[in-house]
């Protein structure tokens, strides 16, 4: 791997799968909302972000998501749900990586291993909900799989060699998690980085479409 692209590299596994691919000596470009004025939710935003990259890159990693804002936290229950909060889900979990993804195609080689990742959340697999609630960020990340999953069978045709998928990166030490993570523990981003790129760096074109765990087990739709 010689050429990366993080999209939302300064928040906390952005950085850190940044930083680790740097210390590779990997040559790492990145866009931002809170720098470069990425709008990922716009696609006039992502098309004019992503057309001013030149040349193609051998991973482009896509670290953006939302939990909560403006006071929308997750759904504890079913009459808790709106429209507003379901929009602003959708809008970021899933609209937003898809844009990444639809103008990420001129920039993956066609001759070489190149590899699109989302980071999607085990809380999105439908098969492993046991619990109900976070009806927002649970159906929008599921949204995400699918559209990862079906870009991948549309990729192929043109790129052989393209690996896409989502990944759950576990419970990462962010400010994502903050508010959210009392039971379960948490790792520190460099870890859950080093965890990241070495699922990575072990995919093949077969696993293209797929949904991965930080230790590389593949998670149930």
């Known amino acids: 791997m010689t050429r990366a692209l993080v999209i939302g590299d300064t928040g906390g596994i952005g950085s850190a799968v940044a930083d680790t691919l740097r210390a590779r000596g990997v040559q790492v470009s990145g866009l931002s909302r809170s720098r470069d004025g990425l709008d990922?939710?716009?696609?006039?935003?992502v098309a004019d972000q992503m057309g001013q990259l030149v040349g193609e890159f051998d991973l482009i990693f896509v670290a953006t998501g939302v939990l909560d804002r403006a006071g929308a936290r997750p759904e504890k229950s079913?009459?808790?749900?709106?429209?507003?909060a379901l929009r602003m889900q959708f809008?970021?979990?899933?609209?937003?990586?898809?844009?990444i993804l639809k103008h990420s195609l001129r920039l993956l080689p066609r001759d070489r291993r190149a590899v699109f990742v989302a980071l999607s959340a085990r809380v999105g697999s439908i098969g492993d909900n046991r619990l109900g609630g976070w009806y927002g960020y649970r159906a929008a990340k599921a949204a995400l799989n699918q559209i990862v999953h079906g870009a991948a069978v549309d990729v192929k045709r043109s790129h052989p060699h393209a690996i896409l998928v989502t990944l759950h990166p576990g419970t990462v030490a962010t400010a994502f998690t903050a508010r959210y993570a009392a039971r379960h523990p948490r790792v520190a981003p460099a870890h859950a980085a080093a965890n990241l790129?070495?699922?990575?760096?072990?995919?093949?074109?077969a696993d293209?479409?797929?949904?991965?765990?930080?230790?590389g087990r593949q998670v149930p739709w």
């Open 78 to 84: 079913l009459k808790e749900l709106s429209g507003a």
């Open 208 to 215: 293209s479409g797929g949904f991965f765990d930080w230790a």
């Open 91 to 99: 809008d970021t979990n899933t609209v937003g990586p898809a844009l």
């Open 40 to 45: 990922i939710r716009d696609d006039a935003s």
């Open 197 to 205: 790129l070495a699922v990575i760096d072990g995919l093949s074109p």
